[in-house]
């Protein structure tokens, strides 16, 4: 069973930065696409980001580009997110997770397993 677990989260003015962690048990780690996506309270879960099963092709939400940045470790069955100028509307619950497929995309639905989530929030 694979079982990803998210930690990094936390309180962050405005204009500062995070780094999120997914560390990953179970599995076939590097064989599979992975994703972050955060979800408000009273808002529907959004897209952020996904990564290719090398780590060579990624995807991004409009409200993140050029501000984050996912990347994996392979070896160390990781998957990171570096969310840099944070706005106060990312305040969020932050979750990664899997797709079993090489490549995956922006729809939550195409995600088989999914960790419990970090807590972020950037205060103004």
């Known amino acids: 069973q694979v079982q990803p677990m998210e930690s990094g989260g936390g309180l962050v003015q405005a204009g500062g930065s995070l780094r999120l962690s997914c560390v990953v048990s179970?599995?076939?780690?590097?064989?599979?696409?992975w994703g972050w996506f955060r979800q408000a309270p009273g808002k529907d879960r959004e897209f952020v980001a996904t990564?290719?099963?090398?780590?060579?092709?990624?995807v991004y939400g409009d409200s993140v580009k050029g501000r984050f940045t996912i990347s994996r470790d392979n070896a160390e069955n990781t998957v990171y997110l570096q969310m840099n100028q944070l706005k106060v509307e990312d305040t969020a619950l932050y979750y990664c997770?899997?797709?079993?497929?090489?490549?995956?995309?922006?729809?939550?639905?195409?995600?088989?397993?999914w960790g419990q989530g970090t807590q972020v929030i950037v205060s103004s």
């Open positions: 990564i290719d099963w090398r780590g060579e092709s990624t």
């Open positions: 997770a899997a797709d079993r497929s090489p490549v995956s995309g922006t729809s939550r639905w195409e995600y088989d397993y």
């Open positions: 179970g599995g076939t780690f590097s064989a599979y696409a």
